[in-house]
């Protein structure tokens, strides 16, 4: 069956940098684009990034642009999303998620938690 | 950007009855839109795409409809395990824009 398992979540300093992973399997990975989202604690969903099935095009939410960066490993079934001077409002469950290629979310992992606090 | 507005915030109902869920887009979105369910502690699960077709799974109890900007998500009778809150996103502009929820709670 379809699984998205993410990983990499913690505690972290404002400022630091955070690297969150998506382990896929039960499809063909490299056929899809993928997604995160998030979910600040106590709040609405958040798009935060796609990337494209062949890794060629990317593209962020105006909130992490030139901050996160996306990309993916299809020879590993990996998603990644690099964060970098991070802030307070970036805290929230951060989920990976597949596109069924009208970037709409069709297959969710569980998410992991990212809290960025001093 | 597209702002999403969904109402009511909460809704209650009885087990059994007719929940009727509103989603407003601050333009026209055509149909490219998608309606997610969320219980506490896990992670969305898509219901419904491109205005009205049922995700995969889906049971016949859930339908959508709309275009435009004004779209309805009906669960035509209340499961318990329908009590969660209710999520659309617009997949039409960029960036992908989701409304603030409506829970759906037991009267």
């Known amino acids: 069956q379809v699984q998205l398992v993410e990983s990499g979540g913690g505690v972290v300093q404002p400022g630091r940098s955070l690297r969150l992973s998506c382990a896929v399997s039960?499809?063909?990975?490299?056929?899809?684009?993928m997604h995160w989202v998030r979910q600040a604690p106590g709040k609405g969903l958040e798009w935060v990034a796609i990337?494209?099935?062949?890794?060629?095009?990317?593209h962020y939410a105006e909130s992490v642009k030139g901050r996160f960066t996306i990309s993916r490993d299809n020879s590993k079934n990996t998603l990644s999303l690099q964060m970098s001077s991070l802030r307070a409002e970036d805290t929230a469950v951060y989920y990976c998620a597949r596109d069924n290629s009208q970037n709409v979310f069709d297959m969710w992992g569980q998410g992991t938690m990212v809290t960025v606090s001093s | 950007e597209v702002v999403m507005t969904q109402s009511p915030a909460t809704l209650s109902v009885s087990p059994g009855e007719r929940a009727s869920l509103s989603c407003r887009a601050s333009?026209?979105?055509?149909?490219?839109l998608a309606w997610y369910q969320q219980k506490p502690g896990q992670a969305p699960r898509l219901l419904i795409h491109?205005?009205?077709t049922r995700a995969t799974g889906i049971p016949a109890r859930f339908s959508g409809s709309g275009s435009g900007t004004e779209f309805t998500l009906t669960i035509s009778s209340l499961q318990s395990e329908d009590f969660a809150i209710y999520y659309c996103q617009q997949n039409s502009n960029w960036p992908l824009t989701f409304g603030g929820g409506t829970k759906v709670e037991i009267k």
């Open positions: 333009q026209s979105v055509r149909s490219n």
């Open positions: 491109g205005a009205s």
């Open positions: 039960g499809f063909t990975f490299s056929n899809n684009a």
């Open positions: 990337i494209s099935y062949d890794g060629d095009t990317d």
